[in-house]
């Protein structure tokens, strides 16, 4: 066996870098607001922002996009589309959409309002803003040491049983819509679900009546965890593994800009004939005709392909140990992470990597503009900036302070992830000089997207 792994594909198409100097990197975050949100990409070096939209695609899904069907009903590209999803879930109605927050949009429109109460592992942002958007509210289980960021285990993305059952009995059934399974739990560091917890959860859901509903942007991840980390699958493959998963619900939404390679697109996947229903006239309303729902043909031929390459083994090994790679350079460097990385992100703990500075100055924000000042590197924040709430005039932090590095797939070689090694080790070696944040201006939902900030002294 050897050491290294590689990359399972050869460069076939090249873009340049956006080098710039930092007294340009300075006057574009002044120009921004200090949100990097509103930084223009061609003056970001390494964009590690998102994973979602950023994958570079195949040459495969480049050909599908030329089989593209752009016939406004029945194209054939959808038929390709829905026979790729119900080949992976086995979920009866498919409805495809533009991104993930579209299928969120309609099915809290569908089954959300107020007096509802929807349970998760952990609703990531835009989950939680269209929930509290139709007037329910999100609410988060995690399983007990899932903030304990210091400690490994192997699933700490799992749903905490034993509060689930209480929480049902507490709220009443009537009163809760669906339970949401996030694949991997994205919010709490990328941390994987078990099998053993989704059949759990199944089993409870069942009992009580309660649909479960997958959050599947990055399903395959979740897979490969359980292939490697849970009795009994070691041997098993990997698709069959995503379809055990998806067997253990009753729908699912999923933002194809994940784990199917795709610049855009998603779905909605349900066996609820009547949930379906409602919403494909929701889907008619925003999002356009059942049959494209806001996508080109082009859009559903990538994304039908990039559900079946994101499933192939050697792929996810090498996805998973490039995670490992940043992972290991980082504590090398000093710096506290989620522990053990995610499947698409390595997450900086930066409450004990700043602990000078209070989470109402927004210490992740701090790191984040430092990141992009030093070397214009792009990252975003997971903290109170993001999380925290304003509540009767008085600030609530969130739980955690992090910034996220999630790598693009397919898209960033070794020499780039040892250049955001080697910044973070300069940025580590004179952490105590970065201080606080200050919040100018912000929207109710989803501030970190419209923030404006400015920088205060240490």
């Known amino acids: 066996m050897w050491k290294t792994i ?20 300075e006057a574009v975050l002044r120009e921004a607001c200090y949100n990097v949100f509103n930084i223009p990409a061609d003056k970001v070096l390494i964009d590690l922002l998102t994973d979602s939209g950023t994958s570079a695609m195949s040459a495969e899904q480049w050909a599908a996009v030329m089989r593209g069907d752009e016939s406004y009903a029945g194209a054939r590209s959808f038929f390709t589309f829905e026979s790729a999803v119900r080949r992976l879930t086995g979920y009866r109605h498919v409805l495809p959409v533009h991104q993930g927050r579209a299928a969120e949009r309609i099915l809290f429109s569908v089954v959300g309002g107020p007096g509802k109460t929807v349970i998760s592992n952990s609703h990531f942002d835009t989950t939680r803003a269209n ?14 040491g899932a903030l304990d960021f210091d400690t490994p285990a192997d699933f700490k993305g799992d749903i905490d049983l034993k509060a689930l059952e209480d929480a049902i009995r507490r709220i009443g059934t009537p009163n809760i819509p669906m339970i949401v399974m996030t694949l991997t739990n994205n919010s709490l560091g990328g941390q994987p679900v078990s099998m053993a917890n989704l059949r759990e959860v199944s089993r409870i859901a069942l009992h009580y009546g309660i649909p479960v509903i997958i959050d599947a942007a990055r399903f395959a991840e979740n897979a490969f965890f359980i292939k490697r980390r849970e009795p009994g699958f070691s041997t098993r493959k990997v698709p069959e593994i995503a379809s055990e998963m998806f067997s253990t619900a009753s729908g699912c939404m999923m933002s194809s800009k994940k784990d199917a390679f795709a610049n855009i697109g998603g779905f909605l996947a349900l066996n609820d004939s009547e949930w379906a229903k409602k919403a494909r006239e929701i889907l008619i309303l925003g999002e356009g005709f059942p049959t494209y729902g806001g996508l080109a043909g082009r859009d559903l031929e990538a994304v039908a392909r990039g559900l079946e390459e994101v499933l192939e083994e050697q792929y996810l090994t090498y996805r998973i140990r490039s995670i490992e790679y940043l992972a290991e350079g980082l504590r090398r460097a000093g710096v506290p992470i989620v522990e053990p990385p995610g499947g698409h992100a390595v997450y900086v703990n930066v409450k004990k990597f700043l602990p000078h500075i209070p989470p109402d100055g927004y210490p992740g924000q701090s790191l984040v503009c430092e990141l992009y000042r030093t070397a214009g590197i792009r990252a975003v924040e997971i903290g109170s900036l993001m999380f925290g709430k304003n509540q009767d005039g008085r600030f609530v932090p969130a739980p955690m302070e992090l910034v996220r590095l999630a790598v693009p797939r397919r898209v960033y070689t070794q020499s780039h992830i040892d250049f955001v090694i080697e910044v973070f080790g300069e940025i580590a070696r004179r952490k105590e000089a970065l201080g606080p944040m200050r919040l100018l201006e912000g929207s109710q939902r989803l501030t970190h997207f419209t923030a404006k900030l400015m920088p205060e002294p240490a």
């Open 131 to 144: 929930a509290e958007a139709s007037g329910c509210e999100a609410l988060d289980l995690p399983v007990p």
């Open 6 to 25: 590689i990359e399972p594909f050869k460069i076939k198409t090249v873009e340049p870098l956006g080098f710039t100097a930092e007294a340009e990197r």
